[in-house]
């Protein structure tokens, strides 16, 4: 809890973490209106799937030119510049006119999420740096709790009867907050490092890292993709809870973020991540009994166990020896994003083929994969 209270206690710190609420406040109010935005355009599960394939492949375009203009314009300009871009683009999707328009629109979405992505989490990992501060956990448990705000703000769709008044709204509270904070922050660049030159032993140690981002990022998206329909089709839930689901999730990674830096000092990064995945694969379990509320609080028991992983991947990524913090996030960022892209059209066919059920079994597999990789890191010493 000590990184919680200096980011509320400094705006040096809070400034930054509200960048990350901020990313999820705008995707997270998109994720609850999925439902709807698939029954207004008529489209089926695949090609809903396909559709957020193209969020995903934004997110990936932009990630390998990303440090490069991080480095150019400055960390703290460039996570400015990256949120006024995402309150231009989160709009778009919701007022899609047709499926077309709406891949297209995604894709916009992504790319801008994806640069802002890079940009908050090398920004933070420099101020780390700099302040000899930890903070990276509890800035992700900001953006967990952006999702949290997001996931209450379900309960204005029946109200407000108004999905771009909805979007409008979040995208005015994000906007007006990170005007206030952008100058604590805007002034701050990446340290100068000495480079080696690109070996793959240099990268080594990423490449773990890689594929358990790539894992647990592809699933976690999955879960806010689908939860809904999740709740809505084979939970049989009523309205009222389709965003039950995912705010459960977010709540509940929002809890283990805060928590996330004091017990990672204590365990250990890798032991942390076994942990998790064994988190993750008993939410699974109450997922797959199918009951409402029981999948309910397996979606929120499941959210608990990613919440310790991603985070210290990015530490870790943002200070491997003779590579530049931007490089080392990037290089997480892409491989997560990568399993993000690729996760969402492989679900949808299988929703559409078998099931939903289906999908989640997959994912349970995967979280088997994670625990399989954290042995070999253990047996490898990688080290936060």
Not at 19 to 41: C, D, H, M, Q, R
Not at 323 to 337: L, N
Request: net charge positive; hydrophobic share 50%; with cysteine.
């Amino acid at each position: 809890m000590k990184s919680l209270i200096l980011i509320l206690s400094n705006a040096r710190y809070f400034g930054p973490a509200w960048v990350f609420a901020s990313l999820n406040i705008l995707f997270g109010t998109w994720a609850i209106y999925i439902p709807k935005v698939k029954e207004n355009l008529s489209i089926d599960n695949a090609q809903l799937g396909i559709a957020i394939f193209f969020l995903s492949l934004g997110v990936f375009t932009i990630f390998p030119i990303a440090s490069t203009i991080i480095n150019r314009i400055g960390v703290g300009k460039a996570t400015g510049y990256g949120v006024l871009l995402i309150c231009i683009t989160a709009i778009l999707p919701i007022v899609a006119p047709s499926y077309y328009t709406l891949m297209a629109a995604l894709f916009f979405f992504g790319a801008t999420n994806g640069f802002t992505d890079i940009a908050m989490n090398t920004l933070v990992t420099e101020l780390e740096k700099e302040d000899k501060k930890k903070f990276m956990s509890a800035s992700h448990g900001f953006f967990s709790l952006g999702g949290v705000l997001a996931g209450l703000g379900s309960f204005l769709i029946g109200p407000l009867s108004n999905p771009a008044l909805h979007m409008g709204i979040a995208i005015a509270l994000v906007f007006i907050v990170n005007l206030f904070f952008y100058g604590g922050y805007k002034n701050i660049t990446a340290a100068p490092t000495e480079k080696e030159p690109f070996s793959l032993k240099l990268f080594k140690p990423l490449l773990l890292l890689g594929l358990i981002s790539f894992v647990s990022m592809g699933s976690e998206g999955a879960i806010v993709d689908w939860s809904g329909l999740y709740l809505k089709e084979v939970s049989i839930a009523p309205e009222a809870l389709w965003g039950a689901g995912f705010l459960g999730f977010q709540v509940m990674m929002t809890l283990g973020r805060f928590l996330g830096d004091g017990i990672s000092s204590r365990i250990g990064s890798v032991k942390m991540v076994s942990l998790g995945t064994l988190v993750v694969i008993a939410g699974y379990a109450l997922v797959l009994s199918t009951h409402t509320y029981l999948a309910i609080s397996g979606f929120a028991l499941s959210g608990l166990g990613f919440s310790v992983m991603v985070p210290e991947i990015f530490r870790i990524g943002g200070n491997v020896k003779g590579v530049d913090s931007s490089q080392g996030v990037s290089f997480i960022a892409g491989t997560g994003y990568t399993g993000f892209l690729i996760a969402p059209p492989i679900l949808g066919f299988l929703a559409d083929s078998f099931s939903l059920i289906a999908c989640f079994i997959v994912l349970t597999c995967c979280a088997l994969l994670i625990l399989g990789a954290t042995f070999t890191m253990n047996k490898k010493r990688i080290k936060s």
